[in-house]
């Protein structure tokens, strides 16, 4: 079972960067929050047909993305991506076998932090990293998608965790 996390305040003022790393953190909690304290089989419910998505899936995903984009894109690192698979590009939403679902989430945890230390000595005006791309992005870019991929995929969180046991809400 995975804990209840203590999830930061929603930042309502501030510099740019604390408002970017606030509402991140908020989105990362949140999204634990929406899997805590519910048992295997109920994180992986495909609670809302026929749509294929999961509770694990997201972390899973959300961890993949964490390390795509502040490891892999960021600082343009050969880390391998958690939780893929070549023979199946979208494994991280429905392969469960990778690990026990408090081991995704310690996973997800790690994840996050290695993500935000990679960020942290940086400038929000630091230009991504990685070879061979067609186009450069900054970091403030990076912020802003994440913090609006966390959002998407917790209007989904939220929706299989009011099927799956009635809880609403953040």
Same mark, same amino acid.
């Not at 917790?154 to 009011?162: M, S, V, Y």
């Given at each position: #079972?995975i =804990?209840?996390?203590?999830r930061p305040?929603?930042?309502?003022? %501030?510099p !740019?960067?604390a408002?970017?790393? /606030?509402?991140?953190d908020? *989105? @990362?909690?949140?999204?634990?929050?929406?899997c805590?304290?519910? !048992?295997?089989?109920?994180?992986?419910r495909?609670?809302v047909p =026929?749509?294929e998505?999961?509770?694990?899936?997201?972390?899973? *995903? #959300?961890t993949?993305?964490?390390?795509?984009?502040?490891d892999?894109?960021?600082? $343009?690192?050969a880390?391998?991506? =958690?939780y893929?698979?070549?023979? $199946? &590009?979208?494994?991280?939403? *429905?392969?469960?076998?990778?690990?026990?679902p408090?081991?995704?989430? $310690?996973s997800?945890?790690?994840?996050?932090?290695?993500?935000?230390?990679?960020?942290a000595?940086?400038s929000?005006?630091?230009?991504?990293?990685r070879? /061979? !791309?067609?186009?450069?992005?900054?970091l403030?870019?990076?912020?802003?998608h #994440?913090?609006e991929e966390?959002? @998407?995929?917790n %209007?989904h969180?939220?929706?299989? &965790?009011?099927?799956?046991?009635?809880?609403t %809400?953040?």
């Amino acid at each position: #079972m995975i =804990p209840r996390p203590l999830r930061p305040p929603e930042p309502v003022a %501030g510099p !740019e960067r604390a408002q970017l790393e /606030g509402w991140l953190d908020f *989105h @990362r909690a949140t999204l634990l929050t929406k899997c805590a304290e519910l !048992e295997g089989d109920q994180l992986t419910r495909r609670a809302v047909p =026929p749509s294929e998505l999961t509770l694990l899936g997201l972390l899973q *995903h #959300m961890t993949l993305v964490e390390v795509w984009w502040f490891d892999v894109v960021l600082l $343009d690192s050969a880390t391998p991506l =958690p939780y893929s698979s070549e023979a $199946d &590009r979208d494994a991280e939403f *429905h392969d469960f076998t990778f690990a026990a679902p408090e081991a995704v989430a $310690d996973s997800f945890l790690a994840a996050c932090e290695r993500s935000r230390q990679n960020a942290a000595s940086l400038s929000l005006d630091t230009v991504t990293r990685r070879t /061979g !791309e067609r186009f450069t992005l900054d970091l403030r870019w990076l912020y802003t998608h #994440m913090i609006e991929e966390y959002a @998407r995929h917790n %209007g989904h969180a939220d929706l299989l &965790r009011e099927v799956i046991d009635g809880t609403t %809400g953040l």
